[in-house]
């Protein structure tokens, strides 16, 4: 029989003799390159929103308890505890209106201007002879920003010059309104011009959700004998609820977060109080109360998050 063999064990300097086992190499499963890419598409990103986002919302949390102007350095005589907040529900004159008005962009959005862009989806989807065409003029005012919506309307708005009473007649009957200027109707009149750009914008998402919708049911439908709406509001609506919930939760948000088109009218003023305006009023333009203004964005932050949470907590719930 062959003599076995057993290889030599290996000698370092540091022991005379000693047998050491060779250690293991360690891979890394992230390369420089990817760390690097890391870093850039999540690092970058995470700190921008870190300092963006979370710092200055973290900061009006603080200095709603305050009543800082904005100038010098907060001191401990600066803090007043819950003083901003019983103020604005008791005593600022201006609060309940705008969230008066707010509610009223809410509901106009949910009930009239929503349905619009539905209908719009519906009968573009159909494929109907310059469909394309019809979709870039309902889109275009989404392209625009609200500033531009609010100067075009201004003019369409104007009491003399302006389009809608010139093509009424009401200019040359001597029965001029002034849509802006009247506290009782000029909140009206912005919520249309608003709701301009959001017909848009919901029909884009709706017409997207009806052609996810599998033909095969609307067969089956056809089949049974069910009419279009019958099979619309009892198969395809059903089906597109994930869409549905998106709408829901930007058009509260969009509700909530109404400034730019009521600021370049009058200032918020007016008839045109919304939180958004109150809290640019309080805290930069005129009073310079940033303790106070900022009272009034973290209520419209608590109001925003419910929406938000309930569409996370139905994707959550979705996703187990």
Same mark, same amino acid.
């Given at each position: 029989m062959a003599n076995r063999i057993t290889p030599a064990p290996t000698r370092y300097p540091g022991g005379a003799g000693a047998s050491v086992a060779p250690r293991r190499r $360690? *891979?890394?499963?992230?390369?420089?390159?990817?760390? @690097?890419? /890391?870093? %850039?598409? #999540?690092?970058?990103?995470?700190?921008?929103?870190l300092l963006?986002?979370?710092?200055?919302?973290?900061?009006?949390?603080?200095?709603?308890?305050?009543?800082?102007?904005?100038?010098?350095?907060?001191?401990?005589?600066?803090?007043?505890?819950?003083?901003?907040?019983?103020?604005?529900?008791?005593?600022?004159l201006f609060f309940w209106p705008a969230l008066k008005h707010n509610v009223l962009w809410l509901a106009f959005f949910t009930l009239v201007s929503t349905p619009i862009g539905m209908f719009f989806a519906v009968l573009l989807d159909r494929?109907?002879?310059?469909? $394309? *065409?019809?979709?870039?003029?309902?889109?275009?005012? @989404?392209? /625009?920003? %609200?500033? #531009?919506?609010?100067?075009?309307w201004e003019?369409?708005?104007?009491?003399?010059?302006?389009?809608i009473n010139n093509f009424f007649g009401l200019v040359q009957n001597h029965r001029i309104v002034d849509w802006?200027?009247?506290?009782?109707?000029?909140?009206?009149?912005?919520?249309?011009?608003?709701?301009?750009?959001?017909?848009?914008?919901?029909?884009?998402l709706y017409l997207a959700g009806l052609k996810s919708v599998d033909l095969a049911l609307r067969e089956a439908a056809k089949v049974d004998g069910a009419s279009e709406a019958q099979t619309f509001f009892r198969i395809v609506l059903p089906v597109m609820a994930p869409i549905n919930v998106i709408i829901v939760v930007i058009t509260a948000i969009e509700s909530l977060r109404a400034f730019d088109i009521a600021y370049i009218v009058n200032r918020g003023k007016n008839g045109l109080e919304l939180l958004s305006t109150l809290i640019t009023n309080n805290s930069i333009s005129e009073a310079n109360?940033?303790?106070?203004?900022s009272a009034i964005a973290v209520v419209l932050l608590v109001i925003s998050l419910v929406p938000i949470v309930l569409y996370l907590s139905r994707v959550m719930r979705t996703v187990q």
């Open positions: $360690r *891979f890394s499963l992230l390369t420089s390159r990817d760390k @690097v890419l /890391l870093v %850039l598409m #999540v690092g970058l990103p995470l700190t921008l929103d963006l986002i979370w710092g200055p919302t973290l900061a009006s949390i603080f200095l709603s308890f305050t009543n800082w102007n904005g100038v010098g350095a907060i001191t401990a005589g600066n803090w007043v505890g819950l003083k901003n907040y019983t103020t604005m529900f008791t005593g600022y494929e109907m002879r310059g469909t $394309r *065409f019809y979709q870039g003029v309902f889109f275009m005012p @989404v392209v /625009l920003s %609200l500033v #531009v919506v609010g100067f075009i003019l369409q708005y104007a009491p003399n010059d302006g389009f802006l200027g009247d506290p009782n109707i000029n909140l009206w009149a912005i919520v249309v011009a608003a709701s301009w750009r959001h017909v848009g914008y919901i029909m884009v109360l940033v303790g106070f203004g």
